[in-house]
């Protein structure tokens, strides 16, 4: 049985609203908003019938205290009040009332009012446990879409050994970490958001999504579709991709092409798939990470905020990994080699302001190389 609160100073109006609904429905009756407050330690209700005008603290007191509580502010409330103006109505609706009934009011009224509004909370709920479980399932056929074609990667150069997996990993790191620095926040949570919006914008309650500063699903799906930042390497023959000791300047150009091919290929799949959404970040990822800070990488010579910030942060952490990884060219540099090259290369390779954040967790990447 559905469980409702009624919160009221008026005894008459306490009386009457348990009479009207006790039949139906788990009813509790309170006389103030210190014994609602009390009673939600233990009890959640369905819905919450909330008078406006009470001592001590008034409706729309009870609703911002409910509202800044996690456990609380999903609760739907109906204010009850004797006298509704304009004003109160856009307040209460403001704060996030789903509906006003006015006092003295009809049993049969309120009955038939708080079924719809009970009804239409349970299509609200059925839809977003049914969105949530096709949004997984998506999720899950994308990763592994993503998996494979990573993979396919991977096994043709055998130069770059888990190069996929590690880069996964950094990159995570550094993105939570310029989120947490403030630096190109709002640019990576407009990435999060536009996933979010793919998804339908609502989460398991129903609400609007907005993205978390860590571990939100949309921002990993962002950061599995950099998985495919080498996916042109596809088109590049075996004879330059695993050739053993340094490439001639003939072989670097054919390397050099894998970004534009990489685009191409994820242009394919999105007109394939219609999937842009969740492969437009795959494709920035791969067409930008070979840019360079001050114009002079490639393919397009694009110079500082010109490239997009997904270049920018990939070019970081694709360097940093070939730094200390064994090459046929070369033998794996220290992580504390590696921070320097870096550190150097501020301004000129790589976004100063990324570098700056870089450098603070540099760490974590250590701890993160040495667990894989």
Avoid at 1 to 22: C, G
Wanted: charged share 30%; hydrophobic share 40%; glycine share 6%.
């Amino acid at each position: 049985m559905k469980k409702i609160f009624i919160v009221d100073d008026n005894n008459t109006n306490l009386i009457a609203a348990q009479k009207a609904l006790s039949k139906d429905y788990n009813t509790f009756t309170l006389p103030s908003a210190t014994a609602l407050f009390e009673l939600l330690e233990e009890v959640t209700p369905d819905l919450l019938l909330l008078d406006i005008k009470m001592p001590e603290m008034d409706g729309f007191e009870v609703m911002e205290m409910l509202k800044k509580n996690e456990m609380h502010k999903r609760i739907p409330v109906i204010f009850l009040t004797g006298q509704i103006d304009t004003s109160t109505e856009v307040q209460g609706f403001q704060m996030g009332a789903v509906d006003f009934i006015p006092k003295p009011f009809s049993g049969p009224v309120l009955v038939n009012r708080i079924k719809t509004h009970l009804e239409i909370e349970a299509l609200i709920r059925d839809r977003t446990e049914k969105l949530q479980l096709r949004t997984e399932k998506l999720q899950k056929l994308q990763n592994s879409m993503v998996s494979v074609l990573a993979n396919m990667v991977e096994n043709r150069d055998k130069q770059t050994g888990k190069h996929v997996e590690r880069t996964s990993k950094y990159i995570k790191i550094l993105l939570e970490a310029m989120i947490e620095h403030g630096v190109y926040s709002e640019e990576i949570r407009s990435w999060d958001t536009e996933t979010a919006i793919y998804t339908d914008g609502l989460n398991n309650a129903g609400e609007s999504l907005e993205p978390d500063k860590k571990g939100s699903p949309s921002l990993d799906m962002v950061i599995s579709s950099a998985r495919l930042h080498d996916i042109g390497k596809i088109t590049v023959t075996d004879l330059v991709l695993n050739k053993p000791g340094r490439l001639t300047e003939e072989e670097f150009e054919l390397i050099k092409i894998h970004t534009i091919e990489g685009e191409k290929i994820i242009d394919g799949i999105i007109a394939e798939s219609g999937d842009e959404l969740f492969l437009q970040n795959a494709k920035l990822f791969a067409g930008n990470h070979h840019e360079r800070w001050d114009g002079t990488g490639y393919p397009r010579g694009l110079k500082g905020e010109d490239i997009p910030l997904q270049g920018r942060v990939m070019a970081i952490v694709d360097v940093y990994d070939a730094l200390i990884s064994d090459r046929a060219y070369k033998k794996a540099f220290t992580h504390e080699k590696a921070i320097e090259i870096i550190l150097e290369s501020s301004g000129s390779h790589f976004d100063p302001k990324i570098v700056d954040v870089f450098l603070e967790i540099s760490g974590l990447f250590k701890d993160a190389s040495c667990n894989l």
